[in-house]
C-alpha cells in the first residue's frame, strides 16, 4: 500500500486535478454517496460541477480544498467553505467528504476532516457545520470526531438512485482556537 499524501489545492493547480476529482465525485454517486446527485449521473457532469460550481469558490478565496494522493493520483477530496455572511463569520462549513471507494477504509475520511478541522483553526473559526444523510457511513465517522447532532430533517434530499426521500443529519463542532496556541 502506497503512502497517502494530503494537501490543499492552491488556485493554479486547479486544472490539473480536474480529471481526478471527477473521478471520485463520480465513483462516490456510482456507490451511492448522497452528495447532491442522482442518477444517471456521467463523469462529464462531474467534471462540470467542479468546474462551475466549486473551481470559482477556490479561486476566490471562499472555499479551502483539501485533497489526498496515492501515487500521484487523488483518492480524497474535502471542502471548508469559509466564505459566509457577516453575522456567521466565526464559523464555516463542511462540503463533500469523498473517497474513492477502491482506498476506501485506510483513515483517508479521518485525516481529511482533521486537517480540515486545523485549517479552520487557523482560520480563526470556532463552529463547523455539516450534513449528511441520516445513517449514511460517514454519520459515525463524524461522531468519532467529536461531533454533536443538532438535528434530524425528515425527506430532505432524494436518493441518488430511487425516489426515496433520505432524512439529512446536522452536526457540528465547537473548535478550541486555543489549540493554535
Request: aromatic share 6%.
Amino acid at each position: 500500500m502506497s503512502e497517502i499524501v494530503y494537501e490543499t489545492l492552491s488556485p493554479n493547480r486547479l486544472g490539473e486535478t480536474l480529471d481526478d476529482l471527477a473521478s471520485i465525485l463520480h465513483a462516490c454517486v456510482e456507490n451511492g454517496a448522497s452528495v447532491s446527485f442522482i442518477q444517471p449521473f456521467s463523469g462529464e457532469d462531474a467534471k462540470s460541477f467542479w468546474q462551475a460550481k466549486v473551481f470559482p469558490e477556490v479561486e476566490s478565496g471562499d472555499t479551502v480544498l483539501l485533497v489526498a494522493r496515492s501515487d500521484n493520483r487523488i483518492v480524497g477530496t474535502v471542502q471548508l467553505k469559509t466564505k459566509l455572511p457577516p453575522n456567521q463569520a466565526h464559523r464555516c462549513e463542511v462540503a463533500k467528504l469523498l473517497v474513492h471507494p477502491d482506498y476506501r477504509k485506510r483513515g483517508i475520511a479521518t485525516t481529511l476532516m482533521e486537517i480540515l478541522e486545523e485549517e479552520a483553526r487557523r482560520l480563526g473559526k470556532s463552529l463547523i457545520t455539516l450534513d449528511t444523510r441520516s445513517g449514511d457511513q460517514a454519520e459515525p465517522l463524524y461522531i468519532l470526531l467529536d461531533y454533536k447532532i443538532a438535528g434530524r430533517i425528515p425527506n430532505f434530499a432524494r436518493a441518488t438512485d430511487s425516489d426515496r426521500l433520505d432524512s439529512t443529519t446536522y452536526m457540528y463542532k465547537l473548535l478550541d482556537l486555543a489549540v493554535l496556541e
